[in-house]
């Protein structure tokens, strides 16, 4: 997913020397995610900063700034995304004589004094906080509690709006007298009157799935107001932006599925199929190759730095393989039940073929990533490289993955991951990378399970979602287990860059949960119709091409005047991302429906 890196995550600027102790505002004119620290050193020698980051594993010290012998202080800028641990030692020589752990925070000012004992000649360091920090979340709060109060009245519209029918109904039979009454009660056509319509056989808790998870890539995609949380993890672990992709490819397993046996009862032959998916996978690919990749900004398309791997190439390739696995299967019609022992698991059963096919593709993941050798590194390496791992394997990012990717496709791959501000990496690793898509065939193989629970159990809702609950518990727990719970210390830790295997099966279960949940609430209840999140489900190619190729222009943004916060960031997101809903609703009045 191209998402614009907003985050500094460590960037340290050494500022000057010799300020007077206490710092004008204006000379430092702080932006978002940035704090200052102020060096104040009484010893007779000089002295190095190094720090390191929480987040960061086993990452090596860097150096931060020195304070030469005789001067005052010294003044940097620190990132206040992760916890940072500082050390302070001598500069002739190893010896650390003081360490100091600080979550940060925006816009504050702080100050650390180094003096020595006149006793005992040990060192004493004081921190103290000389200017209070911004709240950084209080602009998050805000547009949350105005999100939830514009959902309350959009959900509370329709009953205030039918209850000012039926008051000015009952004033009409008062007035009016009988006839006048029977005549009201004849014209059922007030759009305020509750009137029976046919259920439409559109599963409407997919579209909203899929119109949710877009939303929120389009929200991520534009900068997510600034907040790290809602950009890719640097390596291991989970931040919102890297759900929304694989619950994208989930969608797509669920739809293949219930599209293609919909057009199987149609007579639709197999020839036929293999054409329309044939050409649907050659215009996403085309689509993403040549338009995604780059922005209208960079100019003409040059073959020197074109990006070959991507967003829409992996969705449509992953969708050409399970439109494939689905066309061939040997039950493309759900069959009549029969008395057997598997019946409680004929979803499963009766498709044997390609789960030994998804088996076979998982088991060359496995042997590719954890036996293949690659030179100069480690077999089986999943790690960042750089200045993770104590700096022993710099140049390994990704393993085998990179390996695989730069020997097939060359440096026509993602040069800027999202390791490579924290970690200090110089190799190129691409996160759509070869290795990666085996696992999002087996992530769309998850959906096309949904979809297959779906069909074998029509209307029988409350087994659909038992069947929903068991698969999210299976493969909640198998993540788990894989991840020891942990970020960095499983056997396979969850990992966006990798699409690890217990990142794709987490991600599975939250899939699942998901779904459920909104079939219950919008299919089966009918307590929400999916507004507004149903619009951009029904368009989504869309509104995902257009927000990725409209999204640097006005009116979905601009020149922020406000660098020192999250206020106007999170507006501009938030206000882009609202456009892109509001375009897809316009679009649905109008019934236009962008289809490949």
Not at 289 to 310: A, M, Q, T
């Amino acid at each position: 997913m191209k998402i614009i890196n907003v985050l500094n995550i460590f960037f340290f600027t050494l500022l000057s020397a010799g300020f007077c102790e206490k710092p004008h505002d204006e000379a430092y004119k702080l932006k978002m995610d940035e704090a200052l620290l102020i060096f104040y050193s009484e010893l007779p020698h000089s002295i190095i900063v190094h720090y390191t980051s929480d987040y960061c594993y086993k990452c090596l010290y860097q150096p931060l700034a020195t304070v030469e012998n005789g001067q005052r202080n010294v003044s940097v800028v620190l990132s206040t995304i992760f916890t940072l641990t500082l050390r302070i030692s001598p500069v002739d020589g190893n010896s650390s004589l003081c360490s100091l752990s600080h979550k940060f925070e925006e816009a504050g000012h702080y100050s650390l004094r180094m003096r020595q004992s006149d006793l005992l000649n040990d060192v004493t360091c004081s921190f103290s906080v000389d200017k209070s920090p911004h709240n950084t979340y209080l602009p998050l709060l805000v547009a949350f509690l105005i999100l939830a109060l514009t959902a309350v009245i959009w959900a509370s519209l329709p009953f205030v709006l039918r209850c000012r029918c039926t008051q000015r109904l009952k004033n009409l039979i008062c007035c009016r007298g009988s006839q006048n009454s029977m005549d009201m009660e004849e014209a059922t056509d007030d759009p305020c009157m509750d009137k029976s319509k046919s259920k439409s056989s559109r599963l409407k808790s997919l579209d909203t799935f899929r119109g949710f998870s877009l939303t929120v890539m389009v929200f991520v995609n534009y900068g997510g107001g600034g907040y790290w949380f809602f950009e890719h993890a640097p390596w291991n672990g989970l931040t919102v932006a890297d759900l929304v992709m694989p619950w994208f490819v989930f969608i797509i397993g669920t739809s293949v599925v219930l599209a293609l046996s919909s057009m199987h009862r149609k007579g639709v032959t197999r020839f036929q199929l293999l054409r329309k998916i044939t050409w649907r996978t050659i215009v996403l690919m085309l689509i993403g190759f040549c338009f995604i990749n780059y922005s209208p900004r960079d100019g003409l398309l040059s073959w020197s730095w074109l990006r070959i791997p991507g967003v829409l190439q992996r969705l449509g390739f992953t969708y050409f393989v399970l439109a494939l696995m689905q066309t061939f299967s040997p039950h493309r019609e759900i069959p009549l039940r029969e008395h057997h022992w598997w019946n409680p698991i004929q979803d499963v059963v009766l498709y044997w073929p390609e789960w030994l096919f998804i088996m076979l593709l998982e088991t060359m993941w496995l042997c590719v990533t954890f036996l293949m050798p690659v030179p100069n590194c480690p077999t089986g390496y999943l790690g960042a490289g750089g200045i993770g791992d104590d700096g022993l394997y710099t140049n390994c990012t990704g393993g085998a993955a990179a390996y695989v990717d730069r020997w097939l496709l060359g440096d026509k791959i993602y040069w800027h991951p999202s390791c490579k501000v924290l970690y200090h990496t110089t190799q190129p690793f691409d996160p759509e990378g070869v290795l990666g898509t085996i696992n999002s065939i087996v992530m769309g193989f998850f959906g096309m399970q949904a979809g297959k629970i779906l069909l074998f159990y029509r209307n029988l809702n409350g087994s659909i979602l038992t069947r929903f609950i068991i698969w999210a518990l299976i493969l909640g727990i198998s993540a788990a287990i894989l991840s020891k719970c942990t970020r960095d210390e499983g056997f396979i830790p969850v990992n966006k860059n990798l699409w690890s295997l217990s990142f794709v099966i987490c991600m599975g279960c939250m899939a699942f949960v998901l779904l459920g949940v909104m079939y219950f609430v919008v299919d089966i209840k009918e307590w929400w119709g999916g507004q507004p999140f149903i619009y951009p489900g029904m368009n989504s190619i869309f509104v995902y091409v257009g927000h990725s190729l409209l999204g640097f222009y006005f009116p979905f943004s601009w020149e922020m005047c406000v660098q020192d916060s999250h206020w106007e960031k999170l507006f501009q997101n938030l206000w882009g991302t609202a456009l892109w809903v509001c375009v897809a609703y316009l679009l649905y009045r109008k019934k236009f429906f962008l289809k490949i």
